[in-house]
Structures are given as C-alpha cells and as structure tokens.
C-alpha cells in the first residue's frame, strides 16, 4: 500500500492511464495486496466488516487472468478511494492480532 500511495502521488486519472510502468506497478501492488488477504482468517477479516474483502480477493484474479478486462477507472478508484480505508483496517487487524 505505501508504494502504490507513494507512486500515484500527485498523480491523475490520465496520468495514470498514460504511464505504462505506473500502471502495471499499481496492478502489480494491488495484486500481491489481493492475494495477502488470502491469507488473513475469517474471524480477523470479521473486525472490518466495512472493507469488501470478497472484492478485494476477486480483483487479484481479474488483473492476473482477465487483464484484457481491466478498467482504468475502477484501478484507479482502487487507489484514491479504497487503500485509505483499507490501511485502517489492516491495521486495526495487526494490533489485533498483537493482543492475542
């Protein structure tokens, strides 16, 4: 998450659309970010039942095999409207998981 927010810094819609390296690198990122929530147990997935976490496991799987698919758009709001909420809840979830 801290790469892609460091990388779109700045950045626009057609900014994006328009920088091929910034582009695969955000798919790049929130592909591994998909695939880490994989991962994470239900019952932790639970105490953030404000993040769509079936969508988040599904869009690793259209970057990786219905690239041809892919939407500019919906990556880029991806970025600006969903890492935010999706830090806190990551984080809400490590210190969790420090408790216990």
């Known amino acids: 998450m801290d790469g892609i927010s460091a990388a779109t810094a700045g950045k626009t819609l057609d ?4 920088d091929w390296l910034l582009r695969h ?3 790049r990122g929130i592909e591994i970010i998909s695939e880490a929530t994989r991962h994470i147990p239900d019952d932790l997935l639970a105490l953030a039942p404000e993040i769509p976490w079936k969508q988040i496991r599904g869009i690793g799987n259209v970057l990786r ?7 500019d758009a919906i990556v880029w709001t991806v970025v600006t ?6 830090r806190l809840a990551v984080e809400r979830i490590l210190e969790a998981t420090r408790r216990k």
């Open 15 to 18: 900014d994006f659309r328009n």
């Open 25 to 27: 690198g955000v798919e």
């Open 65 to 71: 095999h219905e690239y041809h698919k892919t939407s």
């Open 81 to 86: 409207d969903s890492l935010s909420p999706l």
